[in-house]
């Protein structure tokens, strides 16, 4: 395993009891977590309040199903189980739904998010094992030493950030001779731009997270129930999931009950209408970008549903 405090930066850090110190700032430990963002990271703000209301709704050990684990399967190419005691960068956790698979891997799991999600990812996980380090971080100054890492692992976090090539730069540098980057995007289709989806996201970007979760929650009252009757009547219902401003992305998923698909919809909709950056790419404009990092890559195209369109894995030679 990774030693936590060799690879936290260049410099030596002494711990102490509240904080660490790198001889020139103090990084505090606030909840046992340490807090290398200062301030507020805006276009990030939203996720923490987002992850605050929907702590456990993406757990696999909340859903009872494989569905976290599954996506993570697809992208990684293996089981998850051959991550064991490998060292592992999660890049943009959120709560923590692949967080908790990967240390039920018996991986040496480190985690990164901007956000107070931290809190609820550590709370969440933190017995599941003690090869559990997080911190508080933007993923634009990873408080890691580059090439410390077999794999980075950053799912559903890439088209949210100000610059795709730039965040791809920044977490492809901690990946070590051999490791792997496992990413995904959002990918380009001119679906996306028909319906009210988009129309409807372009006014609620700009309202205060107090509200946008209000108005979501209003959005899918009105239109989940008509869509949960037409599921099962397929062109009708790709018709109307397309019209309607509703993220409704595991449908066909019969393990989840009514319930469950109600709060993936809350969920998966208030994701799709507020945040800050959505950045749809082709699978070219996707690629280049990759090749720009120097590895090998592998580039799929996710099918499934609930997948974001473009998947990869670039191995770092």
Known sequence: MINYYSILSKKFFKKYSNFYFDGTRKIPIIKEI????????NYAEMWG?????????????????????????????????????????????????????LLKSKANVHVIDATKAVEYNYSNNKKISKKFKIAQADLYNIPYRDNSFDFVICIGVLQHTPDTLKSLKSIWSKVKKNGYLIVDHYQFTLGYYFGFLWILRVFLKRLPTKYTIKITKQVVKLFFPILWI?????????????????????????DLNKKQHYQWAELDTHDALTDDYKRLLTKRAFSEMLDKLGGKIELLSSLRPGGNGLEARVRKI
């Open 34 to 41: 340490p807090r290398f963002v200062t301030g507020k990271i």
């Open 49 to 101: 309040k987002q992850w605050s209301i929907y702590q456990k709704t993406q757990f696999d050990s909340f859903t009872k199903t494989n569905l976290s684990k599954s996506r993570l399967e697809s992208i990684l190419g293996f089981k998850v189980e051959k991550l064991k005691n490998k060292n592992v960068l999660e890049v943009g956790a959120g709560a923590g739904r692949f967080t908790e698979v």
């Open 230 to 254: 037409f599921r099962d009547y397929k062109f009708l219902f790709r018709l109307l999931r397309k019209i309607f401003p509703l993220g409704f992305n595991y449908y066909d998923r019969k």
